[in-house]
């Protein structure tokens, strides 16, 4: 028995006359629109997602069976960048992607610290108390820059960039009335907290190597 295959037709009656007109496919994928736009920033802590709506040509509002992975992908208390990925498709099985980009900021990290910085090496070792002021970058949403830099003086201002909860101490030149030093290292800041609670660095020029650790005020 020979097989037959039908196209899906629609049959219209026109002055006694019918006429064949065929259904169209919908390969149509939804529109996916982000609330807040593709790059949002957030605060430590402070993330949360901003809301997304999708509508199909046929089959209207389609909001509801977006899904993301938000959840996953933000790691609200870690400075970063972080990409979510939006999904949805429609009865036709049409599938719509889109991506945002969310920053988590170090804002939270500003404030007062008192420094107790052990020196090893160089030409003055010992224990040295003093205090440092922490400001956000305004410029760099994962940028801290660091007032009385390793106690150097009031006037001497240092950098480090955030990633994660480490802290990372560029090499860099730090001018003082005592000499220029070169210097770089590392650091930590608690996540629960969003306090800076170590500095771990080395510098040349007899500077030595330090071991500060920091109590916000």
Do not use: H
Request: aromatic residues 8%; hydrophobic residues 35%.
């Amino acid at each position: 028995m020979k097989k037959q295959f039908l196209l899906a037709t629609t049959i219209l009656f026109v002055g006694g006359s019918a006429l064949l007109t065929s259904c169209k496919k919908d390969e149509t994928a939804p529109v996916i629109t982000l609330t807040g736009g593709k790059d949002v920033s957030f605060d430590l802590a402070a993330a949360v997602e901003p809301g997304v709506t999708a509508d199909d040509e046929k089959d209207g509002d389609v909001s509801a069976a977006v899904t993301s992975d938000w959840a996953t992908a933000v790691k609200k208390n870690e400075v970063g960048t972080y990409t979510v990925t939006y999904k949805v498709s429609d009865e036709a099985a049409n599938e719509a992607t889109e991506t945002r980009t969310v920053k988590v900021k170090s804002d939270k990290l500003a404030g007062s610290y008192s420094v107790t910085d052990i020196v090893s090496g160089g030409s003055f070792p010992g224990t040295y108390n003093y205090t440092v002021t922490i400001t956000q970058s305004s410029t760099d949403y994962n940028k801290v820059l660091i007032g009385n830099f390793l106690g150097l003086g009031t006037s001497v201002s240092g950098s480090a960039t955030v990633s994660g909860t480490t802290l990372n101490i560029p090499a860099q030149s730090i001018a003082t009335t005592s000499g220029t030093f070169n210097v770089s290292g590392s650091g930590q800041y608690d996540g629960a907290s969003f306090k800076i609670t170590k500095l771990t660095y080395t510098g040349d020029n007899g500077l030595g190597n330090g071991d500060a650790t920091l109590v916000k005020q």
